[in-house]
């Protein structure tokens, strides 16, 4: 079965600091990653996602991630942090149901904690 | 704003009674998704529809729920005979191509308390 992994339920970084937040998968076949972010009182936001191509993908608001096959991992960087990052960040696989389409799995999620 | 969205944005009700929930999908958009998202958890697919035929349903998607989307725009969730379990963030999504490497756009979400 398909599965996301974040082990951390939160990371605390200061502003100006690079930032990770981890993230493992189990799929069957080829892999299709996403990261979204959730700020309080609104829905998801999209940030990026891997599909194939190079392992390095770059999203909105200076993030990007690094695909690692032989790690089953897909985590979640920035250069430097931002107070304004603050906020719960989730790592999902696009798996395909029977007839094609496809559904989002998600991990538990890690609150991100950016402080001045 | 043309994003997706989502009536009504707090729903609090007594165990026992019917809610429904509205989702608009982005216009040109012909897929969309339920998701139900538990506090400290992440989003779990309820059911998926492509223009108007649902072509999924999560086995979460109990005999008390059903959702419709009538000429394949808005969609409607229903809850019937609402239990405490059902307290939750509903949320709604759509993307405009098939497979796995269209994101999916979601709305700000439907947060229900039943008390």
């Known amino acids: 079965a398909q599965s996301v992994a974040q082990p951390e339920d939160q990371v605390n970084v200061a502003e100006g600091n690079p930032l990770t937040v981890k993230c493992t998968y189990s799929?069957?076949?080829?892999?299709?990653l996403f990261w979204y972010v959730q700020y309080p009182n609104r829905g998801l936001q999209f940030l990026l996602k891997?599909?194939?191509?190079?392992?390095l993908v770059k999203g909105s608001y200076g993030f990007e991630a690094e695909f690692n096959k032989s790690q089953t991992s897909f985590h979640l960087k920035k250069p430097s942090a931002l107070v304004s990052d603050s906020a719960l960040y989730f790592c999902?696989?696009?798996?395909?149901?029977?007839?094609?389409?496809?559904?989002?799995?998600f991990g538990a999620g890690t609150r991100l904690a950016v402080h001045p | 704003d043309t994003g997706v969205s989502q009536n009504p944005r707090h729903k609090i009700t007594k165990r026992g009674q019917n809610v429904t929930f509205r989702c608009d999908p982005i216009?040109?958009?012909?897929?969309l998704y339920w998701y139900r998202q538990t506090l400290g958890q992440g989003p779990e697919f309820l059911t998926y529809?492509?223009?108007?035929?649902?072509?999924?349903k999560s086995r979460l998607l109990s005999d008390r729920f059903s959702a419709e989307r009538p000429k394949g725009s808005f969609s409607t969730l229903e809850i019937q005979r609402t239990e405490q379990g059902d307290s939750a963030m509903y949320l709604c999504?759509?993307?405009?191509?098939?497979?796995?490497?269209?994101?999916?756009?979601f709305g700000p979400g439907t947060r229900l308390t039943v008390t």
């Open positions: 999504a759509s993307s405009s191509g098939p497979g796995a490497v269209y994101e999916q756009y």
């Open positions: 799929v069957s076949g080829n892999p299709y």
């Open positions: 891997y599909i194939t191509g190079d392992n």
């Open positions: 999902a696989v696009s798996t395909v149901l029977t007839g094609g389409y496809n559904k989002l799995i």
């Open positions: 216009s040109e958009h012909n897929r």
């Open positions: 529809f492509q223009n108007e035929a649902q072509l999924e």
